[in-house]
């Protein structure tokens, strides 16, 4: 049975992988390689999700839990986002009480609606029970009403009110990121006092890496870490062996700029503070990547305009409509850029190369404007593209575009003279070359400053003004040339 | 003297945001807001680097120490980055003994050889000996051979006999990434045993979150969080304590999977061993991150066509050349789509509206393709586009292209109706518009797939091949539907 050692053959890579305390543990060398997608093994392999589907098909409840159970909550989410809705009820059915509610965590947002409708009100309940107030407020914050409340009864009274009050905060901001629980002390205790306080508390959080050192009002005013506190002797203040570099957030602000501080300045925990400064929460590094992971994700699909968030999983409505106001602009640009052509209609009428030849050069602008900007708009996120250099940037994205319009102005140049047997035809096309990209590093610096300036996303909007720019400056340097020149 | 004040008050805002004990440390309400780009108050303002540059002009490095004392080196790095060479130069000889070693980790490599070879040998010397093996590898590795030995003669015996092993491994590897400190305790320890090891150790490094477990073979195999080891007592077997989810990488792995895998496991230091498993390392979360940050940075400047690391700092020349190769496959790409409209010259002879019209269809067709392709080559990046969704993916997409293209095909039917006044031409740009915004949802989901199967980075090469598709398309289509139905 070929279909069955399969199954055991994907088993036992799984196994592996997961298993600690195997000798092989390196996944590297256990993944399979099959189709080229899942080079690195990380990622859930095709055997492994044939074998899960096999066991619904044959309603094979043991068998399904037995291949579930290695996989991590992440992976199982992955791979519901991947199969079918149909299959992907049937397996959340079958698979039932095992349902863990890190999976709705991992989900993204289009599935996690779907799954939540799927499970029968006990599972769910059962399932968020398990999550940390954190985890729940991420799970339920894009949620419908009606979804939103089965959840938020589900939980016991402390958890809902902490969760309530999260959901307070602004979307996106700090106070929505952090974790409640934090750990805190006196400002004025010893390393002593500190551990034998954490002994006794109950209710430590999973994960934290500071203990924070709070005055008497409860405004955090530096942290230690955990390892200087493991290293030291009983009778160290605290206050002695803090570290450098502490900072605080307010809950109101934007996570965007969380997680910005904590890859500029490397932080791993940092306290969250009301508007009083009073502690209130804690953030953590794997919080804020995920935040800067999402950044970028927006980043660059703003940058090839998709608007919003976005994923495989969204319904073909919702994506056509994310779609469809980038291609609307777009076709507004297009039209522009045609009616600058219209104007040479009968420059055209005599001489119909010009036809053939203009969208090289319109082309040509628009992907260098492109370079320019991408650039610019991932300089201008970094923080650095600033006040202080946009001056000699924009000098030198132009000397790039001359250098480079140069270059393509001498071969294009040769090949209009040779196709055309025109050496004036060759002339204009190498002048419109070279004035298209300069415009086009010019513009594709200009243009995300400017609109940063004034305060819109220079990621969403910069492509269609530079696009813009290097078709009509394209189209009208080369055609008005030609007329000029050829007529 | 208004700019004496003006420096008066950046000191101000900058001890403000630096000193955690003041009561309104929160940056966000602290930051000058003057040129927009700086809204969030994190990096540094305009201000600050004024008043920095006026004291390097006015040679007062006692002011100058002053201004800087308060900035992080991240912060340091990026203003180095945003001034001069000149100024670069003379404020790195005021600043003398101060500069930092961190500062360099900091700095992006062009500007960090640049610095290197300005600062004093001493002076060098003494800044790289305050930094982790890590960090100096990190530093090193793409320096060329003279300044890295400059470097290295600078080090002790010991750490430069660590550098040099960790530079034995593969460019980008976890071996480079990881850090070579590590605690790791035999894993029949109980937590007693664990802490007074720490206590005792001289050496602890500077951040670690977990206590490794090893076998008598030095085989990692679990580990323990800090924070569980606080709160547990001094009986407990660490063992019984472990963290689930545990997992090592290889030294030789790429540190992309290592990131990948930070990320998707919510991972936040794992162990690395050598090809027998023995533990040689351990990476932390913030190395994963900054790994993240950077491959983000290559997936977005790669689909601009912007090749290798590009940042603002590198010489026009390198730049120029970076921006080459993808304009010169454009412009061979530009040029076939012109042989497709030299084909159609006799019709647009008689038609020269075609001429005006055709640029809307190709440029509708790119746009969406880049959507798509986007899409798929973020999805593919993620692992969420794999051989078991490829297919219906493929299928949304085209559907997605249908409506909007059935939808933008009225909109140009009408506008060329009432533009040129003619039925006919008004049908043959919605019909070609149709078509290509199909073939773009097809071409733009099915080549990134493509080329990641034969192990092409679909990052770089997918924008060449999708737009070709939709200009030569959408001339064909157009054109060719004009040659029958108008003529």
Redesign the interface.
Known sequence: MSDDDEVKKTDQTLAADAD??D???????DGPD?????E?G???D?RT?TAILYAVDTDDREKLVELMEPL?A??IA??L????AYDRRRLILLYDKEFDGEILSELGESIREEVISVLKPDVLAEAVRELDSDDVVDLVEYLDEPQQEAILDALPDSERAAVAQALAYPEESAGRLMQREV?AVPEDWNVGQA?DY??E?ED??????HVILTDPRM????HV???K?????RATLLSDITEP??????AT??EG?VA???????L?SAPV?DAE?RLVGVIT??D???V??EE??E???R????SEE???TDR??D??KR??P???V??VT??L??LV??QF?AT??QF?????????V???GG??G??S???AV???AT???????VW??IR?EC??GL??GV??AV??GI?GLIWFGSPALGYVIAAAMVINLVVAGLAGTMIP?AL????VDPALASGAFVTTVT?IVG?FAFLGLAGVILL
Chains 1, 2 share one sequence.
């Open positions: 600690a305390e000798g092989d543990a390196a996944p590297k060398e099959e189709d080229g997608l899942e690195d990380y990622s859930l095709r999700i991590h992440a992976d992955d791979m986002e991947q199969i079918n750990v551990i954490m002994r508390r430590l959080p999973e994960q934290f890496y405004h955090p005013v530096a870490m955990l390892g506190l493991m290293a030291s002797r570099g502490f900072r605080t957030f307010e602000e934007d700029d910005y501080a904590f890859n500029q300045y490397h791993i503070v400064d590094i794997d804020a990547m995920i800067l992971d970028h994700d980043d660059i699909l940058l090839a305009g998709v976005s994923s495989l073909v409505i994506t056509t779609r469809f980038w291609l609307a777009n076709l297009a039209i850029a045609s052509i219209a209609e055209i009428a119909v190369a010009l036809a053939v030849l203009m969208p090289i319109a082309s040509m992907n260098a492109t370079q900007l991408t650039v991932r300089s201008i923080k650095d593209l600033t006040g202080a250099n000699r940037v030198r000397l790039v250098i480079n270059i393509f071969v294009m090949v400053v940063e300036r004034v305060g078709d189209f």
